[in-house]
Structures are given as structure tokens and as C-alpha cells.
């Protein structure tokens, strides 16, 4: 089963995906998880991405798409792939149908207020790349990652110009994306104002029918 989690930043994609890839056993390609790892390690597309990440800008589809038929190419994702982040414009849409067969586009629901919350309130684990809220879902310890030991860092694009101008480029280019998988019969809409429990329950059930 190929899965696409489309809605706007902060609205709890990537939290939902990594508790639904062990229940479908699919694995989670998170195309923002892509570019980061690359960040980190100093590769070419890691230099490339870089300013672009902390703006709150898209990267180029050439190079997003690409990144994506290479991680195709690994064995795992041969049973199907939940797509977190992926495809973000049209075009990037278009090319995806070339290459899958998509089965359900999962729409999160959220305002726009409870995303800034989200993302202001957002804390990650730099080498493990967990997720945390201050507020939410706050670790054990305060600024510090449970499993590791390690402080906890904001990401560079959960500052609020970025946050900011990624709402823009949500709107501008990826909200598009919701009529053009209505009219392919693959839109389902999830409230993912709820608690993450909850938001998972319901895209289980939506799943099963
Ligand atoms: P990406 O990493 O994909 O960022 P995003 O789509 O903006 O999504 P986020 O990771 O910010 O949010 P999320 O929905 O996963 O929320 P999360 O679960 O963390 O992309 C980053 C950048 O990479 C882009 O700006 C772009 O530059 C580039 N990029 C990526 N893909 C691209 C593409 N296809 N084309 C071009 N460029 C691309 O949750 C957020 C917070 O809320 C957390 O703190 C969490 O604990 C909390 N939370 C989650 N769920 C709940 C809940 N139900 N209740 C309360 N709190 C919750």
C-alpha cells in the first residue's frame, strides 16, 4: 500500500507516519527526514538544501524528485510507503503517478494557529532526529532527549520567519494538491486536531474500510 500524508507543515505528519509504519509495516519516507540526514552529513545535496530548509523554501523539483526515485530504488519500500512531505507541487504529483501506483492521500486538518503552536513548540533530538513538544509531547527532562542524554534543538525553519513563509509556500503551492487528489477519487480528509492517539485511530479505520 502506497500512502501520501499531505497538510501543512506542523500538522502532525511525521509523528502519525512513525507510529502507523510499525502497525502497516511499510516504511516512512519523509522527504524533509531526506534533506536533513543530508544536512547533517555534509553531502553535496546536503550543501544545496541547506539555506533553502532554513528559509521555509521548496527545493527544486528536479532535485526533490530525484532524491525520491533513488530511495525507491531500495528494497524495503517494494510492499508500498507511506510519503510524508512528498509530492509538494503538481508537477511533483504528476511525476509521482509515473512511477506509483498511490492508493490513499491522507489530508491532515489543522488551522493555521495550532500549526505556529506546533512548530514554535517543536524540539528535536539532532541525532536521532525524535520529536518532541514543550507543551504536547515534552521529554522527561526539560531540553534534554530521553534516550540519549543529548539536548534538545528548534529546528532552523521552526523559527517564526520560516515558520511564517513556509505557511505561504504551503498555501501556494501544495494546498493545490487537495482538489487535484479529489478529483482522482484518492483525497481522505483526517481531523488532526485531536490528540495523536486519536489521529491514529482514525486513519486505521478510514484504512479498513
Ligand atoms: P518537512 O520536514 O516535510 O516539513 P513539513 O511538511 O513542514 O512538516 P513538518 O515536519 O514541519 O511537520 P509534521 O506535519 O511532520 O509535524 P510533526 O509530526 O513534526 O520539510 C522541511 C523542508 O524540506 C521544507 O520546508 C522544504 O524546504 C524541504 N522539502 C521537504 N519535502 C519537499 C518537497 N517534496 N519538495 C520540495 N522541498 C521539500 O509535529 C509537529 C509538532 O506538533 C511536534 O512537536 C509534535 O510533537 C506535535 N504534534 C504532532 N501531532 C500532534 C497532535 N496530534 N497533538 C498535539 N501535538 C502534536
Known amino acids: 500500500m502506497n500512502l501520501v500524508f499531505l497538510g501543512p507543515p506542523g500538522a502532525g505528519k511525521g509523528t502519525i507516519a512513525n507510529k502507523a509504519k510499525e502497525i502497516l509495516s511499510i516504511p516512512h519516507i519523509s522527504t524533509g527526514d ?3 540526514s543530508a544536512i547533517k552529513n555534509e553531502t553535496e545535496l546536503g550543501k544545496k538544501v541547506k539555506t533553502i530548509l532554513a528559509s ?5 523539483d528536479s532535485v526533490t524528485i530525484d532524491m525520491v526515485i533513488e530511495r525507491f530504488m531500495e528494497s524495503d519500500t517494494q ?3 507511506i510519503l510524508d512531505g512528498f509530492p509538494r507541487t503538481i508537477f511533483q504529483a504528476d511525476e ?7 492508493d490513499h492521500v491522507i ?4 488551522d493555521t494557529s495550532s500549526v505556529v503552536k506546533r512548530l514554535s513548540g517543536r524540539r528535536v533530538c539532532k541525532s536521532t532526529g525524535k520529536t518532541y513538544h514543550t507543551i504536547y509531547n515534552p521529554p522527561k527532562i526539560e531540553g534534554i532527549d530521553d534516550e540519549t542524554g543529548e539536548p534538545l534543538i528548534q529546528r532552523e525553519d521552526d523559527k517564526e520567519e520560516a515558520i511564517l513563509n513556509r505557511l505561504k509556500v504551503y498555501e501556494e503551492q501544495t494546498a493545490p494538491l487537495i482538489a487535484y487528489y479529489e478529483k482522482l477519487g484518492l483525497l481522505r480528509n483526517i481531523d488532526a486536531s485531536v490528540a ?7 486513519l486505521l479505520s478510514l484504512l479498513s474500510k
Open 56 to 60: 521555509g523554501e521548496l527545493v527544486p
Open 96 to 102: 509521482l503517478s509515473k512511477i506509483r501506483k498511490i
Open 34 to 36: 531526506l534533506f536533513r
Open 107 to 110: 489530508n491532515f486538518e489543522l
Open 196 to 202: 495523536p492517539e486519536l489521529v491514529l485511530q482514525e
Open 79 to 81: 510492499k508500498g510507503c
